[in-house]
C-alpha cells in the first residue's frame, strides 16, 4: 500500500524565494540602441551611458518620464539611499534619479488623473495623466509599463528618433531580440509605453469599467533590464534538496527565459515551459507526468500555481510551496489580485513575512541528514498553508501532502 508519496516535491517562486528581490535596472533599450545603467543599491549615483558613443536621444527622457510617472515607488533621498515600495517599481524610478530626473516635483508636475493598478494575472500597470500635445492642445497620456510580450501584444507603433512610427515586422523583431537577450541573460525585463487620450478622460471614456480594453494600439517606449541577483544560499539548499532526493521546481510569473536562465545558475535540472505551454486544463495525472521533466513553469498566474501543486498532490507526491505564492493562493481563489509591497530601505525582507522564514528555511536545509519527512515537517511549522489554499489544493491526510513552506 502506498500510503507515502512516492516522491518529495518543493515548488517555489523564484522572485524573493530563489531570488533576492533586490532589483536594480542594468540596462535600457530604446529603438535600437542601448544605455547601460551604473551603480549600486537605490541612490542617484550612477549614470546612464549609451553604448555606442552617441548622446541620448530625447526618448530616452522619455523612457525616464514613463519609469517615473508609472510606478508608485517612493525615492527617498541619497543620504537615505532608500525606495520605499514594491522592489520592481523601486528599479525603474532610481533610473530617473540617475537620468537627473526630480521624480517627486515631476509627480507633482504631472499628477494621475486614473490609473490601472499592476496585477500578476495582466502583468501590467497604466497611469494617466494630464499633459500637453505636440500640437500644443491638451490631451490625457497614458504611460503603461508591464511585461514586454504583453505589451508588445497590445503596440502597433514605436518610439523612434523620427517620434511615433509604426512598428513594422522587422522593428518587432528588434524588440524580440532585445528581450530575449536581456531575458538570456536572467534580467527580469519591463517594457514602458505610451498612449495618448482626449483632454478630459477620466480613466473610463465609456469602456463601461473596462479600461484595459482601451490599452490597445500603444506606442512602445523602451525595454529596462533588470537584475535580482540569487540568492547565495540557494544553490547549495537545492542541492541539499536533489541529494536528498526533493524534486524542486520553480513556478513563476516571470518570463520563461529568464526563469530558465536562473533556474541554471542555481542547479535546479530539467526544461523550462510556460503554463500556456503546459495546457493546465488537462486533468491531473496527465499534468504530473508532464511536469516529470519540467523544471520550470514560467508566466503562471497565482491560481494556476495551486492548479501545479494540486495535480502533483493528486498523484501522491509529497508537495511543499515556498514563496509568496502561498499568500497569493487564498487571494487568488477568491478572484482577488496580488499586489506585492516589497522591501523598504535596503531591499530587505519586512515587505513579507515568508520570505524571512525561507531563508530560516534554507538554513535548515543544511542539516541534510535528517530525513524527508521531518524536513517538510519543518516547512509546515515555518508558514502553514492558509486555509482556502489547503482546501483549493487536494490533499491526502496523512503524507504530509499539505506541507507548506
Ligand atoms: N510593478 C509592476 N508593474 C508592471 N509590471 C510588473 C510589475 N511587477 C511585475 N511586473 C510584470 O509582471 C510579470 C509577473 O510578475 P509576478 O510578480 O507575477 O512574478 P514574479 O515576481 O517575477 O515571479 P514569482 O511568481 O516567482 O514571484 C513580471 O515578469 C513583469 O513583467
Ligand atoms: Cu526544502
Known amino acids: 500500500m502506498e500510503t507515502l508519496g512516492s516522491t518529495s516535491q518543493i515548488c517555489t517562486d523564484k522572485t524573493g524565494t530563489l531570488t533576492l528581490n533586490q532589483m536594480t535596472a542594468r540596462e535600457i533599450f530604446l529603438a535600437r540602441r542601448r544605455f547601460t545603467v551604473s551603480g549600486h543599491g537605490y541612490t542617484a549615483d550612477g549614470r546612464i551611458r549609451s553604448t555606442d558613443g552617441r548622446p541620448p536621444p530625447d526618448t530616452l527622457d522619455e523612457a525616464l518620464t514613463a519609469m517615473a510617472l508609472c510606478t508608485d515607488a517612493v525615492f527617498r533621498d541619497e543620504e537615505e539611499a532608500a525606495v520605499v515600495g514594491d522592489p520592481t517599481e523601486a528599479a525603474l524610478v532610481v533610473p530617473a534619479e540617475k537620468g537627473d530626473i526630480d521624480v517627486t516635483a515631476l509627480r507633482r508636475r504631472r499628477p494621475r488623473v486614473a490609473e490601472v493598478p499592476f496585477d500578476a494575472d495582466h502583468r501590467f500597470m497604466a497611469t494617466f495623466h494630464r499633459w500637453t500635445g505636440d500640437d500644443g492642445r491638451p490631451i490625457v497620456r497614458c504611460f503603461v509599463k508591464g511585461a514586454p510580450d504583453v505589451l508588445a501584444a497590445r503596440a502597433t507603433h514605436y518610439l523612434g528618433p523620427d517620434g511615433v512610427t509604426a512598428l513594422d515586422p522587422q522593428e518587432r523583431r528588434h524588440y524580440d531580440e532585445a528581450n530575449a537577450t536581456l531575458a538570456g541573460q536572467g534580467r527580469r525585463v519591463l517594457a514602458v509605453a505610451r498612449k495618448d487620450f482626449p483632454d478630459g478622460f477620466d480613466g473610463d471614456g465609456g469602456s463601461g469599467g473596462d479600461v484595459k480594453e482601451l490599452l490597445d494600439r500603444i506606442v512602445l517606449i523602451a525595454l529596462v533590464g533588470i537584475v535580482d541577483p540569487p540568492r547565495p544560499e540557494a544553490r547549495q539548499a537545492i542541492e541539499q534538496c536533489r541529494e536528498a532526493g526533493i524534486r524542486v521546481r520553480m513556478i513563476t510569473g516571470d518570463h520563461a527565459v529568464t526563469a530558465a ?118 516547512h509546515r511549522q515555518v508558514h502553514p498553508l492558509p486555509g482556502p489554499a489547503r482546501r483549493a489544493s487536494p490533499s491526502s491526510p496523512g503524507n504530509g501532502s499539505s506541507a507548506s513552506c
Open 261 to 378: 536562465a536562473i533556474a541554471r545558475d542555481l542547479g535546479i535540472p530539467g526544461r523550462a515551459v510556460t503554463g500556456a505551454e503546459l495546457d493546465l486544463s488537462a486533468g491531473d495525472a496527465g499534468l504530473a507526468r508532464r511536469l516529470d521533466d519540467i523544471g520550470v513553469v514560467a508566466r503562471v498566474s497565482p491560481e494556476h500555481k495551486l492548479r501545479i501543486v494540486g495535480a502533483l498532490q493528486a498523484r501522491g507526491d509529497v508537495v511543499a510551496m515556498t514563496g509568496d505564492g502561498v499568500n497569493d493562493a487564498p487571494r487568488a481563489a477568491q478572484g482577488g489580485h496580488r499586489r506585492r509591497h516589497g522591501p523598504d530601505r535596503d531591499g530587505g525582507d519586512q515587505g513579507s513575512g515568508d520570505h524571512g522564514a525561507h531563508r530560516r528555511r534554507l538554513r535548515h536545509h543544511r542539516g541534510s541528514r535528517q530525513g524527508r519527512a521531518r524536513h517538510l515537517r519543518q
